[in-house]
Structure formats: C-alpha cells, structure tokens
C-alpha cells in the first residue's frame, strides 16, 4: 500500500508544528507549503532531520508550488494571518478570506480527494469560503476549532477538580470565538456531570461560570501572552482530527461542520459533534440542548452568518 501523503498549507507556527506531530505519529509523507520562499524547505530539511534522532521515517518536503500537494490524502490550512494583541479573529477576514481563495483553488486542481481540515481564523467563515472554493463536497472540508475549545475547557475543569485531564470529557458548541457555548451539563468528570459535581459541593456555579468565560476566550489569554496565536494544542487537535478520519476510527469530536437541516441551521459552518470516519464527515450528531444553551447556539449562528455575509461582499464570486 503506498504511503499516505499529508500536504500542510501555512509553514508558520502551527505548519512547522503540524508537520513535527505527523512525522513522529508516521501518519505519512508531509509536504510543507508556503508563499514565503525558503521557509518551507528549510523547516522541512530540520524536520527531517529529527528522523534519525525521533526514530521517524517519512520523507518531509518543503515547497511553493502547489503541484507538490498532489494525490494528498489529508491537507490542513494554516495559510494566513494570526491574531496579534488587540485584534479580534474577524479583524483578520478581509486579509484571510483572499488566501482562501488561492488555497480553494490551489486544493481544486491538485488534491480534490483529499480531506480538508481548516484551522485559519476567523474560523468559521475561513472553513465555508474554503469549500467554496474548493469546490470540495462538505463532507471533506472541516474546520479545527472545537477540539482544541473542548481542550481548553477540559484543562481548566481538570484544574478545578483536581483530577486527571483523561478522566475529564468536555463539550464546546458554536462558533470558534467570544461565542462559543461550552455546556457543561455535557462535560463530566468521569461520567459525572458538572452540575451534578457543583450540587455535591465540589465547586460552585460562579466558578465552573467563570472557566466557561475563560475558555471562550481561552485563544485571546494566549494572545496576550505570546504576542501571537497558540500552535501547540490547534496543532495537536488537528492531527487527532486527521488521524481519525485515516484510520476511520468513527470519532466523535467537536468540529466547525456543513449543518443542514439539524439544530434549526440552514446550510452554515457551525461547531457541533460529529463522526470522523474515512467518508470525512459521516454524521452531524443533534443532541437535545437546553434553553440556555439554545440561545447561545443562536448568538452563535448569528456571528457566524453575518461573517459569510461579510465574505460575499468582500468577494462576489462568493454572493
Ligand atoms: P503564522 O505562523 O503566521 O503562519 C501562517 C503562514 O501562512 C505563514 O508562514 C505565511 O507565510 C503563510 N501564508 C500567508 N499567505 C499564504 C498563502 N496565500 N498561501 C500559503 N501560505 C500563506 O500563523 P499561525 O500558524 O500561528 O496561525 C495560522 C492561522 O491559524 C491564523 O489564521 C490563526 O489565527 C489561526 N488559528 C486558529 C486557531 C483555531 O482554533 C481555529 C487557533 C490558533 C490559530
């Protein structure tokens, strides 16, 4: 069986990280693509060189030509701008929303099998003018925003109660942004539910309500501090993304999906669990919200459509 080939859009920071994870992981050959001349080839030649050090053997490959993405079985897009201090994610739309447009078209021509997971911001509009330009069913194109949310939420809870973060399962809905809703009647500690850990006294409303605030804006936290967005955790949770749909492992896992139909959305990327499996996404999971979580679905939905109305009038190709 040949080797599975992974293309990684953006040599930036989460790129050259991306390409790290999926060469230790072996998940196949990883080509390395960026604009910026040399960047690629020279994080590609470091990278493989960790082979003989790691114990990896997969071919890495630096390139600007999109040909170089070829037959790819899996492709992530990083390609764009990062957040800087004091800029929201949808500042970066008109800048991003152009690179999109090469990378679509980019994708179109070389790799139209492939399995596309965005992770450029803002994260939602970035992943459905993706597949526009790609053309792509939406089955293949995802976006990376929920496992990574859910991870930040997970960390915070695992903090709270004291205990391991493998015993902690948490659950992130909506947009990639201020408006994301982590319900935590969902997220337990060892299949017990959150309010039911606050009603044994394990900690209280106001604090499980103020880790809910600092997951929404767990990415702006990092912001703050570095100067530029986190690489580490959006790169890991795209790899666990890509490795599910590989090995079609059927995961279920929080991902910006084409909703249709399901949680009152009419055709619009949105954060919802799905299944990852080798058909992509097989399956948009509708589970029963309540009402407060309902409205903040909408809060969500909103945001999110109003920057798809913003891409259409930056671009009419996409109207
Ligand atoms: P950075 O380190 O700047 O890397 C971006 C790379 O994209 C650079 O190497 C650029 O040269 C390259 N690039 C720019 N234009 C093009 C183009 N047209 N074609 C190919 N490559 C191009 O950024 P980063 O890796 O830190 O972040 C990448 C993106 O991910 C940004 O938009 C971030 O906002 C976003 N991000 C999303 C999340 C989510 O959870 C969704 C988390 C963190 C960052």
């Not at 003989?52 to 899996?74: L, Q, R, W």
């Not at 293949?140 to 929920?146: E, F, Q, T």
């Not at 408006?179 to 106001?206: F, N, W």
Request: with cysteine.
């Amino acid at each position: 069986m040949a080797r599975k080939k992974i293309a990684l859009i953006g040599a930036g920071n989460i790129g050259g990280t991306l390409a790290h994870l999926a060469a230790q992981k072996e998940l196949g050959d990883v080509v390395l693509f960026d604009i910026a001349e040399g960047v690629p080839q020279g994080k590609a030649l470091d990278l493989l060189q960790c082979g003989p050090v790691e114990g990896f053997d997969v071919n890495v490959t630096g390139s600007n030509d999109y040909k170089d993405i070829a037959g790819a079985d899996v492709i992530i897009v990083t390609a764009g701008v990062p957040r800087k201090p004091g800029m929201s994610r949808d500042d970066l739309l008109g800048i991003n929303l152009k690179v999109m447009k090469a990378v679509g078209e980019g994708i179109k021509a070389n790799a139209p099998d492939a399995f596309v997971i965005c992770i450029t911001n803002p994260l939602d509009a970035m992943v459905w003018a993706l597949r526009e330009f790609s053309g792509l069913p939406h089955n293949k194109v995802v976006g990376m925003a929920g496992v990574l949310d859910s991870a930040r939420f997970s960390t915070f809870l695992a903090q709270e109660f004291g205990v391991s973060v493998r015993d902690v399962t948490s659950f992130v809905l909506g947009g990639h942004g201020d408006t994301m809703v982590p319900v935590a009647s969902y997220s337990t500690v060892k299949g017990i539910p959150v309010p039911d850990l606050i009603k044994m006294g394990r900690s209280t409303q106001e604090r499980i309500d103020a880790i809910i605030k600092r997951t929404a804006g767990g990415g702006g936290e990092i912001v703050g501090m570095l100067g530029t967005s986190a690489f580490y955790a959006p790169a890991a949770s795209a790899i666990s993304m890509a490795e599910a749909y590989l090995g079609d492992q059927k995961r279920i896992l929080p991902c910006a999906a084409f909703v249709e139909g399901k949680y009152g959305i009419d055709g619009l990327y949105v954060g919802v669990p799905v299944v990852i499996g080798s058909d992509g996404v097989e399956e948009v999971i509708e589970i029963a919200l309540d009402d407060a979580a309902k409205a903040g679905l909408k809060v969500s939905i909103d945001a999110v459509e109003e920057l798809v109305a913003a891409c259409k009038g930056i671009d009419g190709s996409l109207a």
